[in-house]
């Protein structure tokens, strides 16, 4: 007998037939003897419509309060796929993150899991009972209750698995695995029967939200037997393992990230200390800040730009400002009409010729770089918003064919 996590997103459990589709998956996996725990997403654009609704009543709502409204849309969820599988002639219960003990920092609207109980898990699981778990949810030590972003039920999934040592966790969703590029969008894209944790965490960083980067990075760290696969159609899917003697392709996949903002500091000093001076100003507000950028210095001065993800950009030039007028900068400038695109693949490590094949597939499409950033296993450039698709359809046809 196995015990296997199974966890199925918002279009897997759209409506009343997805419902009873997945129970009759569910159901299929516990008849063969296995103990099964399943995690659910809100049903379709609830998350969504959740955050319209908050937005109608105050633009600026508390991030506790958010927490709070947000996590409505897995209860329901939880509650409908039980009554389904009652109606199958099941035994089942369901489990709020606070019922279940899935403890989590203060960070509300972006929590991170530190410990999950499992005494009420395995309770019910002895009982011989399949539990569904509310995904994305989880209790800090204010007894508030937490929400850990966006696609953050792929990780309640994968920490249920580590915590119980399943022997595996499966993430149910519309597409039937990890593809070499979002197969919604680029044409060509192919399905990888398997790929390592350190490029599926890279790609996922990147902008693939097919799973949420947190939920690698636990995988990884826990060694937990994960798979991507189809809600819809019964075909093998993508495993995401360790890389041992995997066959290393140059580029593994190509991402797209459209969250992401550019400040640019103009004509500050060119002497020591000043990126010291920018970027911990940022950091004591916690803000991420991804590619940077500083020119050659010129008539002792330099400008300095960085990226940080949209949603912070407000936050970033409120707090950049004093300091830029302390450094005498000229102006701050800052933009959103741009993405990241993102080559990302373990056999890129060592091989020189990599940054040049890509940026050969952006001047034959005519698009212009603004940014670059590379690491061992992935090459980032900052293109224009209109331009992205075509720079991820045109990187992937040169690599991926
Ligand atoms: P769920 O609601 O099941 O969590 P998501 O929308 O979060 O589903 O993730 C699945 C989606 O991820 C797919 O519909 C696909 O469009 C997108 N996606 C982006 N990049 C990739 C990729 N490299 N491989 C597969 N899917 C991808
Ligand atoms: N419902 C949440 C969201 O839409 C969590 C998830 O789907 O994983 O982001
Ligand atoms: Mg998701």
Redo the contacts with the bound molecule.
């Keep these: 007998m196995s015990t296997i996590v199974q966890k199925f997103?918002g279009s897997s459990v759209a409506n009343a037939e997805r419902v009873f589709n997945v129970a009759r998956r569910v159901t299929d996996t516990y008849k063969e003897g296995n103990s099964v725990v399943v995690v659910v997403?809100a049903q379709g654009d609830t998350t969504d419509d959740l955050i319209e609704k908050a937005k109608e009543i105050n633009e600026n709502p508390s991030k506790r309060e958010m927490d709070m409204l947000l996590s409505t849309g897995e209860q329901i969820s939880i509650s409908l796929l039980a009554m389904a599988i009652e109606k199958l002639g099941f035994p089942v219960t369901s489990l709020t993150g606070w019922q279940l003990g899935m403890h989590t920092d203060a960070s509300y609207g972006s929590a991170r899991i530190k410990t999950v109980d499992t005494e009420r898990l395995q309770k019910e699981l002895d009982k011989k009972k399949i539990v569904i778990v509310a995904g994305f949810q989880g209790i800090n030590k204010y007894d508030d209750i937490t929400t850990l972003g966006r696609?953050g039920?792929?990780t309640t999934a994968v920490a249920i698995a580590a915590a119980l040592k399943a022997d595996l966790c499966q993430i149910y969703?519309d597409v039937d695995g990890v593809y070499t590029a979002d197969p919604r969008k680029v044409e060509g894209a192919k399905k990888l029967d398997e790929i390592s944790f350190d490029e599926m965490l890279e790609l996922a960083s990147q902008g693939a939200?097919v799973l949420?980067n947190r939920s690698v990075e636990m995988a990884k760290k826990y060694n937990v037997n994960l798979e991507v696969v189809s809600s819809f159609d019964r075909v093998p899917g993508t495993k995401v393992k360790e890389a041992n003697k995997m066959e290393k392709m140059l580029v593994k996949g190509v991402a797209k990230d459209c969250d992401i903002a550019r400040i640019s500091l103009v004509a500050i000093p060119d002497t020591p200390g000043i990126a010291f001076q920018i970027f911990s100003t940022l950091a004591s507000k916690k803000i991420n800040v991804d590619i940077i950028l500083q020119s050659i210095g010129r008539d002792g001065k330099k400008d300095i730009s960085f990226t940080v993800p949209e949603s912070e950009l407000q936050t970033a030039l409120e707090v950049i400002q004093p300091v830029a007028d302390k450094l005498g900068a000229k102006e701050v400038l800052h933009r959103e009409d741009i993405a990241k695109v993102s080559a990302v693949g373990a056999g890129m490590a060592n091989n020189p010729g990599v940054a040049a094949k890509m940026f050969e597939a952006l001047a034959d499409a005519g698009i212009n770089i603004h940014m670059i950033s590379t690491s061992e296993i992935k090459i980032s450039v900052l293109v224009n918003i209109k331009n992205a698709d075509r720079a991820v359809q045109a990187i992937h046809d040169k690599f991926v064919g």
């Design positions: 997103g997403s696609g039920s792929d969703t939200q949420h």
